[in-house]
């Protein structure tokens, strides 16, 4: 099984719609992040939590909401969809002892489409 | 700033030796990163740098870096069609334990 699930893997919607994506990890990682990928721009931080009590907002979070309901689920919601939010998400998880490396485990992606 | 730069694209023939670019803004960085993203799936991290180091050389990967530059780049000897993929950098924004991806470049090796 994957350590790092997101639902759904696609989603085609309207503007305007609410719309929340999933992320799940049997990691035991306390970190978890949201990205977006658009093609030219890489990845962008939306969101980013250390813990259930700490969310911390990235670069491009306007628009969008997260939830960190436990250690293992984190949730983004995008309240009223618009076609500039149609892009590749990424959950991904770390666990970073002291200064080490921050190896980052990704999701296999939600692609959304806003109509 | 945190802004990273990347080719787009870099297409190779199979047996060549691609390098794959990335220039960087932020010098207060500990570890810079490349991650690896296959067709269909998410990132994984495929080597790193300790910030203090100049190269490292993991099996047909070779890291180089500049700190003086600002440029990281990824050596990749005997290219195979398996290495087709798009190459992230990143790196470490210190105090903030998040990361920077660059733009990604997307390699493709012919036969």
């Known amino acids: 099984d994957a350590d790092v699930t997101q639902t759904p893997r696609n989603r085609i919607t309207k503007t305007g719609k609410r719309i929340m994506l999933e992320c799940s990890q049997t990691?035991?990682?306390?970190?978890m992040y949201w990205y977006r990928q658009d093609p030219g721009l890489g990845l962008q931080l939306i969101y980013y939590s250390f813990d259930v009590k700490d969310i911390n907002k990235g670069e491009i979070s306007d628009g969008y909401s997260v939830s960190r309901q436990a250690q293992a689920k984190f949730s983004l919601s995008l309240e009223s969809a618009i076609p500039n939010q149609t892009a590749l998400y990424f959950c991904?998880?770390?666990?970073?002892?002291?200064?080490?490396?921050?190896?980052?485990?990704f999701g296999p992606g939600t692609r959304l489409t806003v109509l | 700033g945190e802004d990273v730069e990347q080719s787009l694209f870099l297409s190779v023939r199979e047996g060549d030796s691609s390098v794959i670019n990335c220039t960087y803004t932020d010098s207060s960085s500990t570890y810079l990163y490349w991650y690896k993203q296959e067709p269909g799936a998410g990132l994984q991290l495929l080597t790193y740098i300790f910030s203090n180091m100049d190269m490292k050389q993991d099996q047909r990967l070779t890291v180089l870096l500049n700190k003086k530059d600002k440029h990281l780049s990824l050596r990749i000897a005997d290219t195979q069609t398996g290495d087709s993929a798009i190459y992230f950098c990143?790196?470490?924004?210190?105090?903030?334990?998040?990361?920077?991806f660059g733009t990604g470049t997307r390699l493709q090796v012919f036969p």
């Open positions: 990143a790196y470490d924004v210190r105090g903030a334990d998040k990361l920077i």
């Open positions: 991904a998880t770390s666990d970073r002892p002291g200064q080490g490396v921050n190896e980052q485990f």
């Open positions: 990691k035991g990682h306390d970190r």
